[in-house]
């Protein structure tokens, strides 16, 4: 699979004006967004790091002249300012409501934490402005640390892709679904 990495740009508007549908990655920090995209694309080109917040930028990677993956940074732990959150908090606002090439956001959860208050402030958004999304559980092979953990339905999120993926990179299971809906092999 022909895989380059198209760069990494801080404003929507300097995004490449292509044609190719994407799939964007999101979640909170140290969810595992660029471990899951390297282990879908089954190559290391997304940057994986143990520090929460490592993405800060819009990260594009072109497949087989086809489609975009887009690394979106990760929200709700990274050690940066106020302002600093803000204006990522605008970027990525910017960048669901006007790219029009955006096919799919899958919003990561990480299975052993479950959902919090930063996830569901970004599916209501989501909801509120009609951005089709869809939850993957990642780390799904790992021990379980929440005791109550709230249960993500359709019917609460009308823009939410009804079926629900978990994901393991470190296992590789759960791929599979998320290469069909790209649509690669």
């Known amino acids: 699979m ?9 404003n929507v ?3 490449p004006k292509s044609q190719f549908p994407e799939f964007a990655f999101i979640g909170r920090s140290n969810v595992g967004k660029s471990s899951l995209i390297n282990a879908v694309l089954g ?21 087989e002249d086809k ?5 979106l940074p990760g929200y709700g732990y990274a050690k940066v300012s106020k302002m600093e959150t803000f204006r990522w908090l605008k970027r990525l606002e910017e960048y669901l409501i ?3 090439q955006l096919t799919r956001l899958f919003v990561l959860i ?7 208050d930063s ?5 209501d958004f989501c909801d509120q402005n009609g951005i089709s999304y869809q939850i993957v559980y990642t780390k799904k092979d790992k021990k379980v640390r ?6 993500l339905s359709h019917e609460n999120h009308p823009a939410m892709v009804a079926d629900v993926l978990e994901t393991s990179s470190e296992k590789k299971t759960g791929l599979e679904p998320i290469r069909t809906i790209i649509g690669i092999k």
């Open 2 to 10: 022909n895989i380059r990495f198209v760069g990494s740009f801080e």
């Open 13 to 15: 508007a300097d995004l």
């Open 43 to 63: 190559t290391d080109v997304a940057r994986t790091s143990n520090t929460p917040g490592r993405t800060q930028s819009l990260n594009l990677f072109n497949v």
């Open 67 to 71: 489609i975009m993956i887009v690394d």
């Open 98 to 100: 006007t790219r029009r």
């Open 110 to 116: 990480d299975s052993r934490i479950g959902v919090k």
């Open 119 to 123: 996830d569901l402030d970004l599916l």
């Open 146 to 151: 929440e005791k109550v953990q709230y249960n």
